[in-house]
Structures are given as C-alpha cells and as structure tokens.
C-alpha cells in the first residue's frame, strides 16, 4: 500500500496517521509506504509542528517505509 498525506494538521495528520493504523491492522503482512509532506518552518498553523510530530511517530510504528518531503524545498523546485 502506498498512503500520501500532509501532516502540518487537520485531516492529513489526524486521518492519515489513523487510515495507515487501519491499514496495518487489516493487512499485517502486506507493505505499507508512507509519503508525507511536512508543513512550512512558520506561518501555516501554530500547531503543525506538534502535529506533524505525533503524525510522524504513528506513521513511524505502523509503517515500513515513511518518505518524508519538506513542503518548503518542494515549493522552490516547482518554481524553478
């Protein structure tokens, strides 16, 4: 399985991290890829760093793999 969020808050952390404890329980056996985007250093919410944090924990136990993009350096590449 290969499971996309965004984890500065809201929905992308909160569900995504559920969906993917879902996801794991159902298929124990079967790959589960994370690929997340992390919020912006300042300036999106107050919250997103403690968001993105407890997000990153659960997608850390429950997945094999967590592909981590920060949404900053990934703003710039779109740019150029």
Not at 19 to 43: C, M, N, T
Not at 51 to 72: C, M, P, R
């Amino acid at each position: 399985f290969f499971a996309f969020n965004a984890i500065g808050g809201g929905t992308g952390s909160g569900l995504g991290s559920r969906l993917v404890q879902e996801l794991r329980d159902e298929h124990p056996r079967a790959y589960l890829l994370a690929s997340s985007i992390a919020p912006f250093g300042a300036g999106e919410l107050p919250l997103a760093a403690y968001n993105g944090t407890l997000a990153l924990a659960t997608l850390q136990e429950h997945s094999d793999a967590v592909l981590l993009f920060d949404n900053a350096s990934l703003m710039s590449r779109l740019r150029d």
